[in-house]
Nanobody, 112 residues
Framework: VQLVESGGGLVQAGGSLRLSCAAV??????MGWYRRAPGKWRELVAT???????NYADSVKGRFTISRDNAKNIGYLQMDSLKPEDTGVYYC?????????WGQGTQVTVSS
């Protein structure tokens, strides 16, 4: 059982990135994207249910879009209008998160 994040990188403020989360060896139901900014605790960014109902942290509403491809067992996080405060390591996990599923995450760095 493994969750593998990808798609991070360095982008200028105002730019976009699309993160992917592949679930290996299991079918994920409710999925969440989380991030850990430098010097801060990990926080919830967005969630999507198996029925594709989405919720977002106030800080990313209107800029980020969570989606999923159930046939491929992959989740996505489209991040637009990125800000320097979006910088951090982004992780996917179930919603609520399961400790054993935390992966390496993918680094997102937004320069000003």
């Amino acid at each position: 059982v493994q969750l593998v994040e990808s798609g991070g990188g360095l982008v200028q403020a105002g730019g976009s990135l699309r993160l992917s989360c592949a679930a290996v060896s299991f079918s994920i139901r409710a999925m969440g994207w989380y991030r850990r900014a430098p010097g801060k605790w990990r926080e919830l960014v967005a969630t999507i249910s198996s029925g594709e109902s989405a919720n977002y942290a106030d800080s990313v509403k209107g800029r980020f879009t969570i989606s999923r491809d159930n046939a491929k067992n992959i989740g996505y996080l489209q991040m637009d209008s990125l800000k320097p405060e979006d910088t951090g390591v982004y992780y996917c996990n179930t919603d609520p998160p399961f400790a054993a599923y935390w992966g390496q995450g993918t680094q997102v760095t937004v320069s000003s």
